[in-house]
């Protein structure tokens, strides 16, 4: 399918980025930007596209035709360019498109750049104040610099997250909750420091080098805990045991298993709470009524909070809660999200046709701009604007179609 590039929020139209990278982070980036309003190109070779267009992890089913949906995920919004980067002509179209970019992404590490000359001297020596973007697993310095790396490896094992969420008697540590968890988070990282370079760019006509890693990214989710570590003198920082917590700041179970999860740390909730939940008295009793009362006695207050919520359901609780003023959420499915009021009234997830003609349902960005609501599109069928883009940097017809027989192009 043909995806336009016009965007209920353009604050980057105008603005071209070169997109050559594949998997996760890069990729994120690139979608954001062509979200924002970018005219995105995504860069694949012409006989092995991106992985992700076949890819479909966790039990999702491959697409009998088009593109999987992890591919849409990750390059929404963006035109697809098939160009051959071993063939010297290929390279040569891609350098001519650089030449009308403003940001040219990439996820290759330094060697392949190198071997394929689209490292940053190659591009800056086409168009000088281009902003570079780039990724790596472990940052571009240190014994493990030239070391590939995913976000389960560097994000998620490295940087700390996975031994905090695992018990220390598990078998293994925990897993990752979703596929590219880490190169989400990454990727919108990646993508806000090119916005800030493009700013320095117009204040000061300078291109930059713009880095992120995985291992750095996982460290800033982690850097609360990175630091309170480093101040107790420990490897780790764990919450204390359940029971010996403030009891408005845990999940609990329901009458049907499900869980809410309540988080009301200030002392002024609980009468609140009391009064909503049917227990008056609470407020009034010396080992509840205040909050060092309840610190001091937690684990019978957990109890208590506990044998209430175990007797009405889900549905109950959020229908008593929504009477309180104390912040609270249900602890939702993920595919509960599509019919959740809030994500419907404030537009966070989009039906979009993708390039085989289903219809998926896609994450709005975590940022909203004037109350504008975005107009997320699907990626684009390989190669789809290979044409149109090289029309655009000057290439005729004739051109093209040799390009085409030279195998320097789709």
Request: some cysteine; charged content about 25%.
């Amino acid at each position: 399918m043909v995806v336009g590039r016009e965007s209920a929020v353009d604050i980057l139209k105008g603005f071209r980025v070169l997109d050559v990278s594949s998997h996760g982070v890069v990729p994120m980036a690139g979608s954001i930007l062509a979200d924002w309003g970018a005219d995105v190109i995504k860069v694949e070779d012409p006989e092995q596209p991106d992985l992700t267009r076949g890819g479909t992890p966790w039990g999702v089913p491959p697409p009998e035709r088009g593109s999987g949906h992890l591919y849409h995920v990750f390059n929404r919004g963006k035109r697809s360019a098939a160009i051959n980067l071993k063939n010297e002509r290929g390279r040569e179209v891609l350098l001519r498109i650089a030449e009308t970019s403003d940001v040219f992404l990439t996820s290759f590490l330094s060697g392949v750049r190198r071997r394929l000359g689209i490292d940053v001297d190659d591009i800056r020596a086409r168009r000088a104040n281009i902003i570079y973007g780039r990724n790596t697993g472990r940052g571009t310095k240190g014994p493990f610099a030239e070391l590939g790396g995913f976000d389960a490896t560097s994000y998620w094992s490295r940087a700390g997250v996975a031994a905090a969420t695992s018990a220390p008697d598990q078998a293994v540590p925990t897993t990752m909750p979703a596929p590219a968890f880490g190169d989400s988070q990454t990727g919108f990282a990646l993508a806000s420091g090119v916005i800030a370079a493009l700013l320095h760019r117009e204040r000061t006509g300078k291109g930059m080098v713009v880095d992120t890693s995985l291992l750095n990214s996982g460290m800033w989710a982690m850097q609360t805990a990175i630091v309170g570590a480093t101040l107790l003198g420990t490897e780790e920082m764990r919450r204390p045991p359940r029971g010996s917590s403030a009891p408005l700041v845990n999940s609990y179970r329901t009458k049907d298993g499900r869980f809410v999860h309540l988080c009301m740390q200030q002392q002024h909730y609980w009468p609140s709470f009391c009064d909503a939940v049917g227990r008056p008295e609470w407020k009034e009793d010396p080992r509840l009524a205040t909050h060092e009362a309840r610190d001091e006695n937690g684990a019978y207050c957990v109890k208590l909070v506990e044998d209430l919520f175990a007797k009405r359901t889900l549905a109950e609780w959020k229908e008593v809660l929504a009477g309180q003023r104390g912040p609270f959420d249900p602890v939702q499915k993920v595919g509960e999200l599509v019919n959740d009021p809030q994500v419907v009234a404030n537009g966070y997830m989009a039906d979009v046709e993708d390039d085989a003609g289903r219809t998926l349902s896609l994450v709005a960005p975590p940022v909203q701009f004037d109350g504008a609501r975005y107009e997320t599109r699907s990626g684009s069928a390989h190669g789809a604007h290979t044409d149109e883009v090289l029309a655009e940097v000057g290439y005729n017809m004739d051109e093209i179609i040799q390009l085409k027989v030279d195998g320097a192009i789709l």
